[in-house]
C-alpha cells in the first residue's frame, strides 16, 4: 500500500524540518509547503493536512477553510501556539483537530493516525461494487469492468461516491453526506443531492430503478455496502 501523503504547511524552518523527517521515518510522505498561498492547488491526493495558524500572508484560519472547501473529505490538524479557547473554537468550525505548541511528534503522530481512520483512509486503493464496478480510489477512477470503459463522473458525484466508500456499510443522512461534501450545512427541501444520486445511479447501478450498489433507507438516507 503506498505512503499515506501528509500536506504539511509550517513556515518555520526548525519545526518543519523536524515534523517532516519525524513523520517521514514513520512511514508518511510529506509534502512541506512554507506558506498556504495556493495550498488548494496541492490538496489533491492529500489523506491528512498538518496546519500551522501562524503564517506569512494569509493565515492558518483562511487557509483552512480554503482547503477544507477545496476538499471537504480531507481532515485537517491545526498547529498553534496559540492555546485561548476563541482560538480553538474558531479553528474546529472547519478543522478536525487542533493540537497546541509545542507538541511531542508520538502525540502527534497518534492523532493524524486516528484523522487517517475516521476518514477511512484505510481503505484499499481498489474496491469492488455490485459484480461490474471497481473503483480506484489512489487514481480517483471509476470502471465498469463489463464494458471496460472508464465511467465518467462529475467532482461532485466522485466527492458523494468518495464518501460513501469512507463510510463503508453505513447508512448516512442526507445531512452528513451534505456537509461533507459541500462543506456547508443541508437545507432541507434543497433537491440538488437527490439529482446527483439519481446520475450516479444512471452511471453505475446496471438497472437505475432497482439499485443495487447505492441503497436507499426509507426515512434515513442512503448506504453502499462494500
Not at 87 to 106: E, I, N, R, S, W
Request: glycine share 8%.
Amino acid at each position: 500500500m503506498k505512503a499515506k501523503r501528509i500536506l504539511f504547511i509550517e513556515d518555520n524552518q526548525e519545526i518543519g524540518r523536524w515534523v517532516q523527517e519525524e513523520l517521514e521515518k514513520r512511514g508518511y510522505a510529506v509534502h512541506w509547503l512554507l506558506s498556504g498561498e495556493n495550498a488548494e492547488n496541492e490538496i489533491q491526493g492529500s489523506h491528512v493536512v498538518i496546519l500551522d495558524i501562524m503564517l506569512p500572508g494569509l493565515d492558518g484560519f483562511t487557509v483552512g477553510q480554503r482547503l477544507k472547501k477545496a476538499a471537504p473529505s480531507v481532515p485537517i490538524l491545526l498547529l498553534s501556539a496559540r492555546a485561548a479557547v476563541d482560538d480553538k473554537l474558531q479553528g474546529l468550525q472547519f478543522a478536525d483537530d487542533y493540537v497546541t505548541k509545542p507538541f511531542h511528534l508520538d502525540e502527534l503522530a497518534a492523532r493524524i493516525e486516528v484523522l487517517l481512520r475516521r476518514s477511512g483512509a484505510g481503505l484499499p486503493e481498489h474496491i469492488k461494487l455490485g459484480q461490474h464496478i471497481l473503483v480506484d480510489l489512489s487514481g480517483r477512477t471509476v470502471i465498469n469492468e463489463r464494458t471496460g470503459e472508464e465511467v465518467n463522473l462529475t467532482g461532485k458525484e466522485y466527492q458523494i461516491l468518495e464518501c460513501f466508500l469512507r463510510h463503508p456499510n453505513q447508512i448516512l443522512t442526507q445531512e452528513q453526506i451534505w456537509t461533507a461534501v459541500w462543506g456547508e450545512p443541508f437545507i432541507n427541501g434543497d433537491k440538488a443531492l437527490s439529482v446527483h444520486i439519481r446520475h450516479l445511479r444512471e452511471k453505475l447501478e446496471q438497472d437505475p430503478n432497482a439499485p443495487e450498489i447505492i441503497q436507499t433507507v426509507r426515512g434515513i438516507g442512503y448506504r453502499v455496502k462494500i
